[in-house]
Nanobody, 124 residues
Framework: QVQLAESGGGLVQTGGSLRLSCAAS????MAWFRQVPGKEREFVAA????????YYVDSVKGRFTISRDSAKNTGYLIMNSLKPEDTAVYYC?????????????????????WGQGTQVTVSA
């Protein structure tokens, strides 16, 4: 079973920034999801590895940036202007399915491999 290697996360004050990293190989898309206790896992952002096209949930647009370094086989989620409602466990995930056109996978079931999760806590 492929396990993705995540790093980053931690405790930050409102308005602060964090960077999450995820090392993985052999993917078509990399995404970040987040989950709080009692709620479903939520899509945050995705990047198409071949084109670097990016996709975001509305609540993080303008604050979060997803990117990738192909040479290092590593993806990143840079989170700025953090809010208490961003507090969650963040998961990196990769998909290996090839999607045509502008479609991008946003449901957890569309991602085959997952990281162990990293806690992000934003204090008020």
């Amino acid at each position: 079973q492929v396990q993705l290697a995540e790093s980053g996360g931690g405790l930050v004050q409102t308005g602060g920034s964090l960077r999450l990293s995820c090392a993985a190989s052999g993917r078509t898309f990399m995404a970040w999801f987040r989950q709080v206790p009692g709620k479903e896992r939520e899509f945050v952002a995705a990047i198409k590895w071949s084109s670097s096209n990016t996709y975001y949930v509305d609540s993080v647009k303008g604050r979060f940036t997803i990117s990738r370094d192909s040479a290092k086989n590593t993806g990143y989620l840079i989170m700025n202007s953090l809010k208490p409602e961003d507090t969650a466990v963040y998961y990196c995930a990769t998909a290996t399915t090839v999607y045509l056109g502008n479609y991008y996978p946003k449901a957890p079931r569309e991602y085959a491999y997952w990281g162990q999760g990293t806690q992000v806590t934003v204090s008020a």
